[in-house]
């Protein structure tokens, strides 16, 4: 059974930075295609981050430049280091992750099999 596991969520004020953290069990990063996504209320949920199979990133470009996806793979683990965050960016973030390998880097959600249970980021002064 795959399970993702967001942490690192919070309330930080504009210019602040967060790391959030998905510990995946049940499946192996390595190799893998997994995205950041998030949701404000009111809005449809939208890709964030990707990193694909071949280690390929890309961004939505509101957040090119201030976000950064990686993985450990030593750690099954996937991050996304927010930097410069704005109010804009408060939503729920989650992780996902692909049941194939891609070296696309697709940031739509129904490509996605797998999905934590999201964490909350806040961003207000």
């Known amino acids: 059974q795959v399970q993702l596991v967001e942490s690192g969520g919070g309330s930080v004020q504009p210019g602040g930075s967060l790391r959030l953290s998905c510990v995946a069990s049940g499946y192996a990063t390595t190799g893998a295609s997994m995205c950041w996504f998030r949701q404000a209320p009111g809005k449809e949920r939208e890709g964030v981050a990707v990193?694909?199979?071949?280690?390929?990133?890309d961004y939505a470009g509101s957040v090119k430049g201030r976000f950064a996806i990686s993985k450990d793979n030593a750690k099954n683990t996937l991050y996304l280091q927010m930097n410069s965050l704005k109010p804009e960016d408060t939503a729920t973030y989650y992780c996902?992750?692909?049941?194939?390998?891609?070296?696309?880097?697709?940031?739509?959600?129904?490509?996605?099999?797998?999905w934590g249970q999201g964490t909350q980021v806040t961003v207000s002064s």
């Open positions: 990193i694909t199979s071949g280690g390929r990133t």
């Open positions: 996902a992750a692909r049941s194939v390998s891609s070296n696309w880097p697709y940031l739509s959600p129904p490509v996605y099999d797998y």
